[in-house]
């Protein structure tokens, strides 16, 4: 069964600093890879994806992601982080079938 | 225009009751999929749907059942609730089957079973 591991449960930093938020999955052949953000209460929301290509993916509200099928990873970086980026990330994989896996999620909490 | 919108927004049961989480959705989605979040866990598939007619189990699909009479409808339904079932419900769409889509997800639901 595939899986997606986000080792980090809460992370903080401090406004302005750079963010990497770690995500592993679990042995793919074909790894459609995802990052969604959540704000309290609300729904989730596509930050960036990748399917193929060049491994290094620009998403919206500054975010990037970069592919590594050697580590079988998938980390979410941002140069430099906004107060309004507090939320919770998750990380999802989806190995070509009809179901999506999500990670635990990694609470971020940005310091003033 | 609405997206995905799911009805209740909170909802308290007792054990053993039943009742149904409404979802539905604007964007002419053929695949729609309910998960549950639990602290921790992430969101976890419940059931999902590839289109009018067809549903099929996820990765938690016990005490649930599902029907897709309508592209635009998926309800959730819950025939004799337990505590286990309080969490976060959110149904989601995408515009295409095999998930390779994005996701578009409502507000949520929250379920509490006394």
């Known amino acids: 069964a595939q899986s997606v591991t986000q080792p980090d449960i809460h992370i903080t930093v401090s406004e302005g600093a750079s963010l990497e938020l770690r995500c592993n999955y679990s042995y793919g052949a074909t790894p459609y890879l995802f990052w969604y953000v959540q704000s309290p209460g609300q729904g989730l929301q596509l930050l960036l994806k990748?399917?193929?290509?060049?491994?290094l993916v620009q998403g919206i509200k500054g975010f990037e992601a970069e592919f590594k099928r050697s580590q079988s990873s998938f980390n979410l970086r941002k140069p430099s982080v906004h107060w309004s980026d507090a939320a919770e990330y998750f990380c999802a994989h989806n190995n070509a079938g009809n179901m999506l896996t999500f990670g635990g999620g990694t609470r971020l909490m940005v310091k003033p | 225009n609405a997206g995905v919108t799911q009805t209740p927004k909170f909802q308290v049961l007792k054990t053993g009751q039943s009742m149904t989480l409404q979802c539905a959705q604007d964007m002419n989605h053929e695949y729609m999929s309910w998960y549950r979040q639990d602290p921790g866990m992430g969101l976890r598939l419940i059931h999902y749907?590839?289109?009018?007619?067809?549903?099929d189990q996820g990765e938690v699909p016990n005490g649930y059942n599902v029907s897709r009479s309508t592209t635009e409808d998926f309800p959730l339904r819950l025939l004799s609730a337990a505590p286990s079932q309080t969490s976060v419900y959110f149904c989601?769409?995408?515009?295409?089957?095999?998930?390779?889509?994005?996701?578009?997800f409502g507000e949520g639901s929250r379920l509490t079973v006394l």
């Open positions: 749907s590839v289109g009018a007619g067809i549903t």
């Open positions: 990748y399917f193929s290509g060049d491994t």
């Open positions: 989601a769409s995408s515009y295409t089957t095999g998930n390779t889509g994005e996701l578009f």
